[in-house]
C-alpha cells in the first residue's frame, strides 16, 4: 500500500451504504428483545426496563458505535497495519463498538483508552469498566489515567484491568510558572459556569443572593464569571429574567491568567476545580440540593483548600472563612498545590509522551 499523503483517516470514506442501512435496521431488532420479569429489592421493574428499551431503541449514540465497528471492518478489509490505536476512552457506545470491532479485526493492534480528564466518578461512575464488559473485549488493553492518584478509581468494578499514567495533554499550564497573582487591593471570586445552563443559572442565582451579605463583610471583594467555552457571555445572562449586578464582571480570556489572581474559584463537576488547587487558590464546590453533586476533587486531598457548599449559608460562611485565613493557610495551600500537582497531572515531556505512544 502506498503512504498516504492524507494526514486524517475519515470513517466515512471507508463505510458502505449497506453499513448505513443496517443501522436502520437496529432500532427494529432492539424492539424485538423480549425483557421477562424482573424484580430489583422486591420491586418489579419490569415496566421501567421495557419503557427505557423503547425509548432509546434509536439512541443516535448506539448507533454512531454500530458504525465505529463497521469502520474498523471496512479498514481492516483495506489492509492497513494499525501500531496503535488511542481512544478519547469514556467508556461509551461509540468507545465500545471501535474497541470491539478492532479486537475483532485488528487483532495486532494495541489499543489505550486515554481519560484525559478528571470529572466526578460518582456522577460518571459508567468511566470505569466492568467485568461483563472485559470479557466481551470492550476495554483497551490499557487505560490511560493523567495522573497515578486516579489509577484506583478505574479499578471500581473489576480489577483486571491494566492502568497506566500518561501526559495530561489538556492540562499542560498546570505545570508553567505561575506568571500572577492576586492584587492585595482586592479579594478576587471566580466563577467558573459548567456546561449545564441549569446549574450556570443556579449558581449565579445563588451568588446575587449571597452577594450583599458578602460585600458587608468583605469590603474589597471582586466579582468574575468565566462562561463555558459553549457560551457566549450574551447567552448566559438570557437565562435571567433581570438584570445582573454591575458588579458582577464577565471574562472571556485566558482561564488560567485570571485564575492566578483569584483569590477563590467556585465551580462545579469540573477539571478546573483540580486545575485551581495546583495554583493554591482554594475551591468551593457548588453542591446540587436535587440531584448527585459533581465533585471531581478526590477525596484524599484534605478540605482545609476546598469545601462543598449546599445552602446559601453555607457559601457565606465558607467564603468569609477562605477570606480571614488567606495569609494564616498561604504556605499550606503552596505546599498542597505540588502534591495535588505530582498526583493527578503527569507532566508532559519527551520521556512521557514515548512511553505513551509505545516508542520504547
Request: glycine residues 4%; contains cysteine; hydrophobic residues 40%.
Amino acid at each position: 500500500v502506498e503512504p498516504s499523503l492524507n494526514k486524517f483517516i475519515i470513517s466515512d470514506d471507508f463505510l458502505k451504504i449497506s453499513d448505513y442501512i443496517e443501522i436502520l435496521k437496529h432500532p427494529f431488532k432492539i424492539l424485538k428483545v423480549k425483557i421477562p420479569k424482573i424484580h430489583y429489592n422486591g420491586f418489579d421493574i419490569t415496566s421501567l426496563l421495557r419503557q427505557e428499551n423503547k425509548r432509546n431503541c434509536s439512541d443516535h449514540s448506539s448507533l454512531f458505535g454500530l458504525l465505529n465497528y463497521f469502520f474498523s471492518y471496512r479498514f481492516n478489509n483495506q489492509k492497513y497495519n494499525v501500531k496503535l490505536l488511542i481512544d478519547w476512552y469514556e467508556n461509551q457506545v461509540l468507545d465500545r463498538g471501535m474497541i470491539v470491532g478492532f479486537h475483532q479485526f485488528h487483532q495486532h493492534t494495541k489499543i489505550i483508552g486515554y481519560q484525559g480528564y478528571v470529572i466526578s466518578p460518582i456522577l460518571h461512575s459508567y468511566i470505569y469498566p466492568n467485568k461483563a464488559e472485559v470479557k466481551q473485549l470492550a476495554v483497551p488493553d490499557k487505560i490511560a489515567v493523567i495522573g497515578k492518584g486516579l489509577v484506583d478509581n478505574v479499578h471500581l468494578f473489576c480489577k483486571d484491568i491494566d492502568v497506566i499514567t500518561a501526559p495530561a495533554f489538556r492540562n499542560k499550564k498546570v505545570w508553567e510558572e505561575r506568571k500572577s497573582f492576586p492584587d492585595l487591593n482586592y479579594f478576587q471570586i471566580f466563577i467558573a459556569l459548567p456546561i449545564s445552563l441549569r446549574d450556570c443559572a443556579e449558581i449565579l442565582n445563588k451568588l446575587v443572593r449571597i452577594k450583599e451579605k458578602i460585600d458587608i463583610e468583605i469590603k474589597n471583594v471582586r466579582y468574575v464569571v468565566k462562561p463555558h467555552p459553549t457560551y457566549t457571555i450574551t447567552k448566559i445572562k438570557t437565562l435571567f429574567s433581570y438584570d445582573l449586578p454591575d458588579t458582577i464582571l464577565f471574562h472571556t480570556g485566558d482561564f488560567h491568567r485570571e485564575l492566578e489572581i483569584s483569590n477563590l474559584l467556585i465551580t462545579n463537576g469540573s477539571t478546573v476545580a483540580l486545575e485551581a488547587l495546583t495554583k493554591g487558590v482554594p475551591v468551593i464546590i457548588v453542591g446540587d440540593q436535587n440531584g448527585i453533586t459533581q465533585n471531581p476533587i478526590p477525596d484524599s486531598i484534605t478540605n482545609i483548600i476546598w469545601r462543598i457548599c449546599y445552602t446559601d449559608e453555607e457559601f457565606i460562611n465558607n467564603i468569609l472563612d477562605f477570606y480571614k485565613k488567606q495569609d494564616i493557610n498561604k504556605n499550606l495551600y503552596n505546599q498542597l498545590s505540588k502534591q495535588i500537582k505530582t498526583n493527578y497531572f503527569e507532566p508532559i515531556n519527551k520521556n512521557n509522551v514515548r512511553k505513551f505512544l509505545n516508542f520504547y
